[in-house]
């Protein structure tokens, strides 16, 4: 079956960088586009960018761009988000999603996920 | 920018009660990506409805969405004890601010 495993809570002071992970299993790595996705504590979903892993391509939100990276790794099946300069307001659980469109067809709708990663940021 | 506004915030209902819970964009989208999603405490995302109107897989026939112009709707029939959660409507990448569905 599909499953998304991500990388553990971390715990980083501002300014740091973190990077989180996100591997995949029971589907081709490489047919599927990723999206990242954070809920800050009381706060909606918030849609931080995606990843095609068969190319690299990447689209960021325009609030995350110059700050965050997406990146894959074919051979082991994983998706990879680091987010740079952190400040408390980015103190929240990220989500990997797997899009349900396949290859390039991209459907803005994630039907397999991670299960959440919890960054704190805290001097 | 895509505002997408939900309504209500908040659902107060009992089991077996219809729940109807509003999505409006704020510019003309096509609904070919309309989504929704169920979130609970400590749960990832779990995605609902695609395309505004077809139910992902495993996902109970009390679900339904549809959508006129910029309005995207989901309706559960009958509530269960298990539906009481926050919904997420999608687009491209903008969400919606939720949908609290709460015990009445």
């Known amino acids: 079956q599909v499953q998304l495993v991500q990388s553990g809570a971390e715990v980083k002071k501002p300014g740091a960088s973190v990077k989180v992970s996100c591997k995949t299993s029971g589907y081709p790595f490489t047919d599927y586009s990723i999206h990242w996705v954070r809920q800050a504590p009381g706060q909606g979903l918030e849609w931080m960018g995606w990843i095609r892993p068969n190319s690299g391509a990447i689209n960021y939100g325009q609030k995350f761009q110059g700050r965050v990276t997406m990146t894959r790794d074919t051979s082991i099946s994983t998706a990879y988000m680091e987010l740079n300069s952190l400040t408390s307001d980015d103190t929240a659980v990220y989500y990997c999603g797997r899009d349900r469109g396949l290859l390039s067809s991209l459907k803005w709708a994630c039907d397999s996920w991670g299960q959440g990663t919890l960054v704190t940021v805290s001097s | 920018e895509i505002i997408l506004t939900q309504s209500p915030v908040t659902l107060s209902l009992s089991p077996g009660e219809r729940a109807t819970l509003s999505c409006r964009a704020s510019q003309s989208v096509t609904s070919s990506f309309g989504a929704w999603y169920q979130k609970k405490p400590g749960q990832a995302p779990r995605l609902l409805i695609y395309d505004a109107t077809n139910r992902a897989t495993g996902v109970p026939d009390r679900f339904s969405g549809s959508a006129s112009g910029p309005d995207f709707t989901l309706t559960i029939s009958r509530l269960e004890p298990e539906d009481f959660a926050v919904y997420f409507c999608?687009?491209?990448?903008?969400f919606g601010q939720g949908t609290r569905l709460e015990f009445k």
């Open positions: 999608q687009q491209y990448g903008f």
